[in-house]
C-alpha cells in the first residue's frame, strides 16, 4: 500500500467497495439475468464482447483472457475503465467525498504517444489485400 493510499479513511474505502457493482455496470452496458437474479452479463464495456461481462453486486469480470479475467470489486471496475485514475480518484468517486488533501496528489501527467502516421498509401494497399483475400476465399478450390 503506498503512502497515498494510506491516508485515505478506511470507512471511505469500505463505501467505495461497497456500491453496487451492478448499477455502476449498467451505466457502460445494457446487462440481462445469467444465472439467477443474482448476477448479470451483457457486452463488455471495454473489449466488447457480447456476453462475456458479468458482475453481481461484489464483483465483475470479463471472460476474454486478455481483457479482466480476475474478479475485481467496485474500485478497480472504475480503474479498468478509465486508465490512470488513481485509488485515490476512484475512491473519491465512488464514495463521494472529498478525499484528504495528502491522498489526492496528482501524479505528473503522461504524455501522451504522438500518433503513428499511416504511409501515404495505406489504404490502397489494404484495399488490394482484402480484394485478394476475397478472390481466393470464393475460388472452387
Known amino acids: 500500500m503506498s503512502a497515498t493510499t494510506a491516508k485515505i479513511p478506511d470507512e471511505m474505502i469500505e463505501r467505495a467497495k461497497s456500491v453496487d457493482l451492478r448499477s455502476l455496470a449498467e451505466r457502460y452496458t445494457q446487462l440481462r439475468p445469467c444465472s439467477g437474479p443474482k448476477e448479470l452479463e451483457g457486452a463488455c464495456p471495454k ?27 467496485a474500485i ?37 504517444e504522438p500518433a503513428k502516421q499511416q504511409p501515404a498509401d495505406w489504404r ?5 489485400l482484402v480484394t485478394e483475400a476475397q ?6 478450390e
Open 76 to 112: 478497480e471496475f472504475l480503474r479498468w475503465l478509465q486508465p490512470g485514475l488513481s485509488f485515490a480518484e476512484a475512491v473519491q468517486q465512488l464514495a463521494g467525498g472529498a478525499l484528504p488533501a495528502a491522498a489526492t496528489q496528482q501524479r505528473p501527467a503522461r504524455r501522451p
Open 47 to 73: 473489449c466488447g464482447g457480447t456476453d462475456r461481462f458479468h458482475v453481481t453486486a461484489d464483483w465483475f469480470f470479463c471472460r476474454q483472457g486478455t481483457c479482466h479475467p480476475k474478479r475485481g470489486d
Open 124 to 128: 490502397r494497399r489494404a484495399e488490394r
Open 135 to 140: 478472390e481466393r476465399l470464393w475460388r472452387p
